[in-house]
């Protein structure tokens, strides 16, 4: 089964993208949520946090996310240690989920495939884009926050110009029927990859 990755930055639209692609019928993944049900359902994860942690790690048995944001947020070590631990099993889960899929192929959306240099789990890459000020004005109606953390976190990420070089489709996310067609075009395309055309 062809494995089809979808990244991009804070605020681009991946999952409103990865919605336009359920509607064609292709499966999607999404590591984020994914990776945030597991770490609230796997005893081992649960376990690693709270040694990495401490006991503040959970709270009523949920993960406590404001407290473990707060301390990774400027600790790339830390940060790295908790990807090591909830990565890995994101991984076989997904893999557990894609053996379930009847699709010609399956999509996973993930924000950091080249920040971990995980290209090669894929067998093409697509990169979603916006405008900074369209990525800035989603998160922050999304999450109520402030241009400042919204620009601190975009200027953690790696640059669209990068991820674009490396990728096999770029969809242009500026406006929702522009969007669609693009969708629609790279699927088109998947689809006769796949059967040899």
Same mark, same amino acid.
Request: glycine share 12%; net charge positive.
């Given at each position: 089964? =062809?494995?089809?990755?979808? +990244? %991009? %930055? =804070?605020?681009? %639209? #991946?999952t409103t993208v990865a919605g336009m692609f359920e509607e064609l019928g292709i499966p999607v993944y999404i590591a /984020?949520?994914?990776a945030k049900r597991l770490m609230n +359902?796997? *005893?081992v994860i649960k376990r690693k946090l709270i040694a990495l942690f401490g006991e503040d790690a959970y709270l009523d048995n949920q993960l406590n996310r404001p407290f473990i944001a707060s301390k990774i947020f400027n600790d790339a070590a830390l940060l790295k240690q908790m990807n090591a631990i909830v990565h890995p099993k994101v991984g076989k889960d997904f893999i557990r989920w894609m053996k379930k899929q009847e699709?010609?192929?399956?999509? #996973?959306?993930?924000?950091i495939i080249f920040e971990h240099h995980k290209q090669s789990e894929y067998d093409y890459i697509i990169t979603v884009t916006a405008s $900074? !000020?369209?990525r800035v004005a989603r998160v922050i109606k999304? /999450?109520?926050?402030? #241009?400042? *953390?919204v620009l601190d976190i975009v200027s953690n990420q790696m640059a669209d110009e990068e991820k674009i070089k490396q990728s096999d489709f770029v969809i242009v996310n500026d406006e929702l029927e522009n969007t669609r067609k693009q969708v629609v075009s790279v699927h #088109? !395309? =998947? $689809?006769?990859k796949a059967s040899g055309i």
């Open positions: 089964m =062809i494995v089809v990755g979808l +990244t %991009g %930055g =804070i605020g681009s %639209g #991946k /984020d949520k994914e +359902t796997s *005893k699709s010609v192929y399956v999509l #996973k959306e993930a924000a $900074l !000020e369209q999304r /999450d109520n926050t402030t #241009k400042e *953390k #088109k !395309e =998947i $689809l006769q």
